[in-house]
């Protein structure tokens, strides 16, 4: 069952507030994190660690309209405040302390996260019903390598929840993951199931194969400018599915105890290689975009110098090796039909989410399959007779 908290935090801040204008305080008591999280609806708390992400964002919209109480530690400022509207007044909760001082009043009501920093995640996991882990990077940084952000961040997170006995924690993994895989992030997701399943035996895993949607990495990296260079001539084969697919299937593990200690591997129902659904875009954007076939061996030093030097996000020297691994489903594992979900078909959803790519001449016109039908009945002559 659900744990929910009854405290008197309405009169509190209400009696403080009133206190700091009259000037006439003279002590204030210090309340901790359960006089903010209050779930007077029996609701449980949520909290998700990697929220602002695309899936993130559709995940915790999702959960906060059942009345859920979301929890989202964040590092910067700018980039958490459009999640506040996902929910209801009050069940989007970014804040994990209030302070106040004599005389004045000081209500923090924002902490930034670190994953070195064992305290800040604790805080954030102790009170909580379920966890998400939804933390990932594609490629690594000067702070961050990859097996910072997917093993050591996994790790501490685990104990957490396993030290205060959360309900059920949710470790968002990905497709291929594998320790011995030659791609370093494969490697470093794969060792995080080991780390996450040895300390808290019940975590259910989820592998979601390359994502499409709103800010995703594959409709719009194909469908911009930047993306000129590529290996293997995109021939690495996979099953895309649809973010908000699998912002449902998380939702639906927050309700059904008996997705705890299971895997799910999420795709999409067609197989497509990546030039495949880059014949779907450039047809979609009514554009042709250039893609230039480098060698291995001449794009990978330069992929790592680039993520090297480049402060903003361009090509990682793994990214590279991932082109040449195909996507592998474990057999054993779950997928969305475990979960009652039918998956969305890529093709069916391209104008969706390009049309803004087109330009303002052929903005209007409909989607490339409708055109194509269009075309169809041109040369299609039904006889009377037949």
């Not at 989820?206 to 800010?215: H, L």
């Not at 061996?297 to 480049?310: D, G, Q, S, V």
């Not at 594992?333 to 890529?346: C, M, Q, R, V, Y």
């Amino acid at each position: 069952m659900p744990k929910c908290w009854t405290t008197q935090a309405s009169n509190g801040f209400r009696a403080t507030l009133q206190a700091a204008k009259t000037k006439e305080v003279t002590t204030i008591q210090r309340r901790s994190l359960q006089d903010v999280a209050i779930t007077r609806t029996g609701k449980p708390i949520i909290r998700v660690q990697g929220g602002r992400s695309s899936l993130g964002g559709k995940s915790i919209e999702r959960i906060a309209r059942q009345g859920c109480t979301v929890v989202i530690p964040f590092r910067e400022e700018m980039a958490k405040r459009h999640l506040k509207v996902s929910g209801d007044l009050g069940r989007i909760v970014f804040m994990v302390r209030l302070w106040a001082a004599i005389h004045e009043v000081w209500l923090k009501f924002f902490q930034e996260w670190d994953v070195r920093n064992t305290p800040s995640i604790e805080e954030a996991v102790r009170h909580s019903d379920v966890v998400y882990n939804l933390v990932g990077r594609r490629f690594p940084t000067k702070n961050f390598d990859l097996e910072d952000v997917h093993v050591e961040s996994a790790e501490r997170i685990a104990e957490a929840v396993a030290k205060y006995d959360i309900d059920r924690f949710i470790h968002l993994s990905s497709y291929n993951a594998d320790k011995k895989s030659p791609s370093e992030f494969y490697r470093t997701k794969g060792r995080s199931e080991e780390v996450v399943r040895s300390i808290f035996p019940e975590t259910t895993i989820v592998r979601p194969a390359p994502m499409f949607g709103f800010e995703d990495n594959l409709l719009h990296k194909l469908a911009g400018v930047t993306n000129l260079f590529t290996s293997n001539h995109m021939q690495e084969r996979f099953w895309p599915v649809h973010a908000i697919d699998v912002g449902q299937a998380l939702e639906h593990m927050l309700q059904d105890d008996n997705t705890a200690s299971q895997t799910y591997e999420l795709y999409g129902p067609t197989n497509y290689s990546m030039a495949e659904i880059a014949g779907l875009v450039d047809r979609e954007i009514i554009k042709r975009r250039r893609h230039v076939n480098v060698p291995k061996r001449i794009l990978k030093p330069m992929a790592n110098m680039l993520n090297k030097y480049i402060w903003w996000p361009t090509m990682s020297a793994d990214e590279v090796e991932r082109e040449f691994i195909d996507q592998m489903i474990d057999k054993k594992a779950k997928t969305f039909k475990d979960l009652g979900i039918e998956p969305a078909k890529l093709s069916s959803l391209t104008f969706h989410y390009l049309q803004g790519y087109r330009s303002s001449a052929f903005y209007d016109l409909p989607p490339a399959t409708e055109r194509e039908k269009r075309e169809e009945k041109k040369y299609l002559h039904v006889l009377d007779s037949q």
